[in-house]
């Protein structure tokens, strides 16, 4: 048994990790879910180039990895498991068997948050680290363990409850936040450790200087009708046994997760200006392509342009144009829909109401050309539901930007009228949540 100073220390720790694994709405954070890829007796951090010379592990993200993975390899095959185009990394995590035998996760779901006011940098690319230790064998500061239906612990549990015919155990692992700088991966035969957790104030110790998001790792196991964990063990190294590589087996206290960064870099650096470094809580909105406004301008019903407004009115006779730079190289990296993101609201009273929108020409400016009214087609492309919540919304206009995109249009224009009667407002491009294209 573990010292109650021990189980105060671990239980704060978790105080930490559930606010944002049971508070998904958290600002400051997004998340990415990635449903289990493969498995394979490969490590590529701790045993490079040594296929089969590792514990078994399950993988989640791309599914290219294997014992020669690092960031060349993962970018050069674009496929992943995971719910955001743009993430391209690679996760895995130690194979987990009881009595009924192997028992294959369900998914991992990770959340990147902020723990300290300061700005955090973006996870360099190719970072490789840690989060647990598989020599472990009692409670971890950095593990934690779930059962439905009952919550989360510091100690492993020896079953879960059975509730309408299904178990269900999850372990959350905690990524160190603070990198050094210099090296991108471990060197372990020289000692190296390019990675360490947070000071208790926050702060990151000397030698790491470099605060990035901490990555809290939810790895769920369904159990069917059986929640008996009495003597669930997750896989270990492998040990040679008469010149045969034989697998062996720990304690549930074993719990690790390795991870490498490969991210598209621009869409973590948008996930780090927005959503880390910003009162926001983007969860999965992260964009695989992102093209902010490069001019907009609202006319009003007397067909007078206003070119330079913070906000883009939208009332009775008022017409909103936006025109956007096509997202180039699309081809780079997969995505499957493309949005129109807004931030606006109903100004006039508590009312949802939908605007309709219109492509536009794209040869006005709102410099020198300013739009006029017949620069707004009567081709509808989509629409906004929206109410009085300022908030930032994702309205679909995906076949028609991806028409563009196919006819290799420089620009793409929109335009938005209102026929209800009230008065909306969007930011404009003068803002920092102004309109942009947003394909995930």
């Known amino acids: 048994m573990i010292k109650n100073a021990e189980i105060v220390r671990i239980l704060s720790l978790l105080i930490l990790v559930l606010s944002s694994v049971m508070n998904p709405v958290q600002a400051g954070q997004f998340n990415v879910q990635c449903t289990y890829s493969h498995t394979l007796p490969d490590d590529s951090i701790v045993r490079y180039g040594l296929p089969g010379f590792a514990m078994q592990h399950d993988f989640f993200g791309n599914t290219s990895t294997d014992a020669f993975s690092e960031l060349a390899t993962l970018n050069a095959r674009k496929i992943t498991t995971c719910n955001v185009q743009a993430d391209m990394s690679a996760y895995w995590v130690p194979q987990l068997k009881r009595k009924s035998g192997i028992v294959l996760p369900d998914f991992q779901k990770t959340y990147y948050r902020k723990n300290v006011e300061p700005p955090v940098s973006a996870i360099p690319q190719g970072l490789e680290m840690l989060a647990g230790s598989h020599r472990d064998m009692s409670p971890n500061l950095h593990a934690a363990y779930f059962c439905a239906n009952v919550g989360y612990t510091a100690e492993a549990p020896t079953s879960c409850p059975v509730v309408d015919g299904r178990a269900q155990l999850d372990i959350v692992l905690t ?168 931030f606006g609201r109903n100004v006039t009273d508590s009312t949802a109401e939908m605007m309709r929108l219109y492509a536009a020409t794209t040869s006005w400016n709102d410099a020198t050309d300013a739009p006029v009214a017949s620069d707004c087609t009567t081709r509808q492309i989509g629409g906004i539901y929206l109410d009085s919540a300022a908030q930032s919304r994702l309205n679909d206009v995906d076949a028609y930007v991806k028409q563009q995109i196919a006819d290799q249009a420089p620009d793409i224009a929109i335009c938005i009228r209102n026929g209800t009667g009230r008065v909306v407002e969007f930011n404009s491009r003068e803002q920092a949540s102004g309109p942009a294209l947003f394909l995930q």
């Open 175 to 342: 990524f160190p936040d603070c990198w050094d700088g210099t090296h991108i991966r471990p060197d372990f035969s020289q000692g190296v450790q390019n990675m360490a957790y947070h000071n208790p104030d926050g702060t990151c110790p000397a030698a790491y200087p470099v605060q990035i998001q901490q990555l809290d790792m939810n790895i769920q196991y369904s159990l069917g009708n059986d929640g008996d964990l009495s003597d669930a063990q997750l896989s270990m190294d492998p040990v040679m046994k008469n010149g045969v590589l034989t697998p062996t087996w720990g304690s549930l206290y074993t719990a690790h997760a390795d991870f490498i960064n490969a991210w598209k870099p621009d869409s973590l650096q948008y996930a780090t200006d927005h959503c880390s470094n910003q009162p926001v809580a983007c969860n999965t909105a992260i964009p695989t392509y992102f093209s902010a406004a490069s001019a907009d301008s609202w006319l009003d019903a007397n067909g007078v342009p206003h070119d330079t407004d913070p906000v883009l009115r939208v009332g009775p006779g008022d017409i909103v144009f936006m025109k956007f730079p096509t997202p180039a190289n699309t081809d780079a990296y997969p995505y499957r829909k493309a949005s129109l993101q807004t």
